[in-house]
């Protein structure tokens, strides 16, 4: 393609909304455009790019026996409210009637619509397993769109359902998918980790994993050991459960005992006044579970993980409590409150009751106890894995192995469904013997426009993007110097043709600009090669340039197509 | 593929709501389903083809220097109110509110986006032309959906939209859209005119082509010449002017006269009761144009044209005046209306001008007028075309032919529309000399979705579909009449592998069912090349069966390949 016929306006300066580094780049090398709040028009060159993963996934979800469909994007309302996710999808689903005032619900996901689709066609474990796709814009109205592709709010998703006749069949789909998916990231040229997940909103028996590009910019933190190759998300991670280590609670044979700590409300103000560690504090949170106050303890260095407490309880709306309700609750001001004495359900992490001695509020106002001895001191009918696990925690998995933070961008997920929607929307079978069965079900998706952010993220420097051969908008970037100049203008336009009919996808910079400026639009973009023709050119010799190296080679024309391909498969 | 893991579910019977035959087969194999009213999911079959055509389109439009890109779906009010057309559209345009309240369309079309983002993009001559695509999702809220992909709310389309410096410049994209369409619709192996078209709804000044694939069920009418390539939508299509055709008044000698026609309200009845032919009559119609009364006279064998009407008459609202109307305006009970002494305008058919002599209503309840000499009787001040061609009319571009009416699915349009968006959305651009100009633009539209009814609609039996090589969702569908026999099966299998191995694609029918439905089923599907594998694999032989012409031939296997390639070649 010409560079003069192609719409491509780079900017010199990042646009002021643009927080994140992918974000700027696409904006300033014309790779998409703002139309709206978290909506973008992928331009040419982004288009080309966003076309090579869809081709990808593509490629690996036939290869996995998965047969590609569309549904539409509009869903009548009736399919939700089967499933009952009308009301519980709040405001993040898009809602519109029609003419004759139906309502539907523009697709952030297609559970329903497939789910009754199936449900339709199959009705014989002779028809089972089956494993659908689609490539297809998605609609989700995000509170807070941000990160330019990374949250938007109309997007472009593969989605993959399975059904199967058994839970050994889902298995297999899963593994099938999450090796299909390991494929797709890993031909992407993605730095990825797959990760233990929560099943989050989305409900369901089983597993899931997200699959992370890791980058700093990530919403998500991950914990991965630094031996084995566990890997969680941190609302799912788990520290290695230390029975053995569990205090001697005859260790600490100091009695507890309140003491005066007037004004010190926080576990900073604690730390400092007293001079001790965070470690030596015990934490007492208090929370509203589906509107009943409940206690967490912790310890003073560690965080409550409120996806795990809300698992563990069971409870459909969990959330802080306010300072007016902790006092409700408890009879005592925010600050002071302990585990010893409260009335309301307490619930105690592991890792406090491997403490000897701590310090906790004593509900009094400017009051703690001290020599807390947990295991002597505190109710402990409720006992779990409740808090974040910490960089340094041991891995749960190995022996030797600790565990390290990351942030991470989710570009995939696979979730084991179950008979989640199956059962609702009664998508049964009859199996061999003649039985009705409910069909069990998976699911599994890629953010395909997120991984543009992601693969912009993980490679760029300074001066732009750093695209990967598999993801390139084209293969090279032949320079000509000075298109006035008739015999380097020869030279390019034989290369070019040479190379396309090769195959070989050329961008040529026909512009009558600078070279500065060519050189500077060709770093800003990104292309993986690039062919510099210039005055060498009436030596038969150009100049190849590869983007993310910065090596340079002259070479003969006659070798430059054996070069091109080198590096292309390289 | 394998047709044991494939979802494709045929039907014997026809669906009740499909009342064409491309929708009722399309559903009877397995290529669509429906969801709600004019939405339907494209099932594995269905999603191919369209993909296929998709490619198709795309290549097209690559080789005529488009630019692809993706818009979003959702769309700002604020464009729409900034081209005049968010209240002008009505219904149609689907309407839908954000979580702030801030109101957005569902893209139906995308004059706006695009034209505000080249205003952004584009500011120098330089830059121009450029033309740019995008295959997306629309949306229509059609009054009255139906025959399946043909008039749904959600379709797939292809626009393209192209920006010039000059005139010129948009004639050249004009045509060489218009090219890359032929050649589009010839590669689907359609049936299809090019057809003048009327400028219509969408505005703007200068020509507009539509693509017709030709089919009975069709929603529009064509006219086409029998010698020359005149072909013009019926909207549109003129008759051969005959200026030296026109009556000589003097033929007429007989004076106009009053004569009795008690209870005749109608041509018919005239005709029948005077004996005389309906093209012996003038016929005078009554409409409201922008709610001011106007009469429109034609021959009473031929049909007002309202859109010709409409355009000359310059109005918004057009349409055919009640009966109270009429009688308000002309005084007269509606049957014995016309053209002599109306006070209300007249606008006369030219080949109303060319009768020497008619019957016509006297503006009186009971009594018409004989003798009718347009020249010497009626008011002339307003003669132009205003009425549908009709078959055997002489053709206006060449002197042999005559009109005959076909009709025709709109598969495509082309449509320069000059400065109507860039005038209103302000996309200026510098020209050499520093002036700022506007502007001119084409639109392209291809209805993809709309294809696979077209196709299907040109290409079946009562057996079902007859796919062409290019479309055809598999190329070969591979037959073993006995799944169990496993010579059968071997050789089925060895020939499933060696064809996919050169390319072709193949749809392995590997179902445990007896051969009838393994062949109703393919008939139905319409596969173009079918490979039987039965007893004569024993002798290393197979049947090799055209879907179209049904021809068998008995070759050896290890013909199967060359023959194959052959075939898809042809």
Known sequence: MRQSRLLLTTLRESPAEAEVVSHQLMLRAGFIRHLAAGMYTYMPLGRRVLRKVEQIVRDEMDRAGAGELLMPALQPAELWQESGRYEVYGPELMRIQDRHDREFALGPTHEEVITSLVRNEVNSYRKLPLMLYQIQTKFRDERRPRFGLLRSREFLMKDAYSFDASWEGLDQAYWTMFKAYHRIFTRCGLNFRAVEADAGAIGGEGGTHEFMALADIGEDTIAACTCCDYAANLEKAEPRRMEKLYSNPSLNTDKMDKFHTPGLRTIDQLVESLQIQPQDMIKTLVYMADDQP?????????????????????????????????????????????????????????????????????????????????????????????????????????????????????????????????????????????????????????????????????????????????????QVHMIPISVKDSLQMQVAEDLYNQLQDHGVEVLMDDREERPGVKFKDSDLVGIPVRIVVGKDAEHGKIELVERRTSNKETIHIQDVERRILELIQQ
Chains 1, 2 share one sequence.
């Open 294 to 474: 409940i206690a967490v303890v912790v310890r003073g260095d560690h965080e409550v993980n409120e996806v795990k407490v809300k698992h563990i309880l069971g409870s459909e709306k969990f959330e802080i409590a306010s300072s007016d309700a902790v006092s409700k609750a408890t009879g005592t001001p925010s600050g002071f409150i302990g585990p010893c004495g409260l009335t309301i359900p307490v619930w105690v992490d592991y890792a406090v009751v491997q403490m000897s001695s701590g310090i906790a509020g004593a509900n009094e106002l400017d009051y703690h106890y001290r020599h807390v001895n947990p295991r002597r001191d505190m109710d402990l009918r409720h006992v779990a894995d409740l808090r974040n696990v910490m960089e340094g925690d041991p891995c749960p998995h190995c022996d030797k192995g600790e565990l390290k933070l990351h942030r991470g961008i989710e570009i995939g997920h696979v979730f084991k469904l179950g008979t989640k929607y199956s059962e609702k929307l009664g998508a049964t079978f009859l199996d061999a013997s003649g039985e009705n069965q409910t069909m069990i079900m998976g699911c599994y998706g890629i953010g395909v426009s997120r991984i543009l952010s992601a693969i912009v993220e993980q490679n760029h420097d300074q001066n732009g993007m750093i695209w990967p051969h598999a993801l390139a908008p084209f």
